[in-house]
């Protein structure tokens, strides 16, 4: 006896519109994922540069700071040559001076120092006349990780024994002694990709140095 032929199960797959909102949900979450990622990327490579102006601002003040509180040093204390060598531009974005290198008690052309904002750049000369030198500066910070935009350095607070004699006056041949209080301003920002000049981060520093060796003028 013939059985039955069983019955066809009838097999139904997605249809169009199931199609439709699987691709476009599987779109979104895509999406979402590549924004995410884009977002952690752009905020880890904002936040390298942030540190790398950072070190690059303190690793500058440190490199000024540590040849200016050796600026009139002499092995000789009674070479006063040395000190005569300390000026500031008028601008006060410039700032000379010179110390006993090689401890011989000479000033030597190679002792005298310079440091100068120019270009969005601090840069560093030895050998110098004056801030009006136009060549042979060499630059200390890097365009591409910093953009200074200000460095200042303040004598305010330069101060002479002679009543009422302070700030740069303090630095001329008054009678008198004069502490050299030097105040550094430096000033950097850096280029994001995502943001404009004028919304770039900053960042300032500022440190207060007293140069001991102070010269009795008399």
Same mark, same amino acid.
């Not at 600026?71 to 001076?97: H, L, Q, T, V, W």
């Not at 030895?126 to 630059?139: E, L, Q, R």
């Given at each position: 006896m013939l059985r039955p032929t069983a019955k066809r199960k009838q097999q139904c797959g997605l249809t169009l519109v199931e199609m439709l909102i699987a691709l476009v949900l599987g779109l979104f979450v895509t999406a979402v994922i590549i924004t995410v990622f884009s977002t952690n990327v752009r905020s880890s490579n904002e936040n390298i540069r942030m540190i790398r102006l950072n070190q690059e601002l303190r690793a500058t003040m440190s490199l000024m $700071? #540590?040849?200016? *509180? =050796?600026?009139?040093?002499?092995? %000789?204390?009674?070479? +006063?040559?040395?000190?005569?060598?300390?000026?500031?531009?008028?601008?006060?974005?410039?700032?000379?001076?010179?110390?006993?290198?090689?401890?011989?008690?000479?000033?030597?052309?190679?002792?005298?120092?310079?440091?100068?904002?120019? $270009? #969005?750049?601090? *840069? =560093?000369?030895?050998?110098?006349? %004056?801030?009006?030198? +136009?060549?042979?500066?060499?630059?200390?910070?890097?365009?591409d990780i910093s953009r200074i935009t200000t460095l200042e350095f303040n004598i305010d607070n330069s101060i002479n024994t002679v009543v009422g004699v302070s700030s740069k006056a303090a630095w001329t041949t008054i009678t008198g002694l004069s502490v050299y209080d030097v105040t550094i301003t430096l000033t950097g920002t850096t280029d994001l990709p995502h943001s404009s000049d004028a919304n770039d981060p900053r960042r300032t520093i500022t440190e207060t140095i007293r140069i001991r060796n102070e010269d009795p003028k008399d």
């Open positions: $700071t #540590d040849e200016l *509180k =050796r600026a009139g040093y002499s092995a %000789d204390p009674n070479n +006063s040559d040395f000190m005569s060598e300390i000026d500031i531009s008028d601008d006060r974005e410039c700032i000379k001076f010179a110390y006993d290198l090689n401890s011989n008690s000479s000033l030597d052309n190679s002792e005298k120092i310079g440091y100068l904002l120019t $270009t #969005d750049t601090v *840069k =560093r000369k030895t050998n110098i006349s %004056d801030c009006t030198d +136009s060549t042979g500066w060499v630059s200390v910070t890097t365009v």
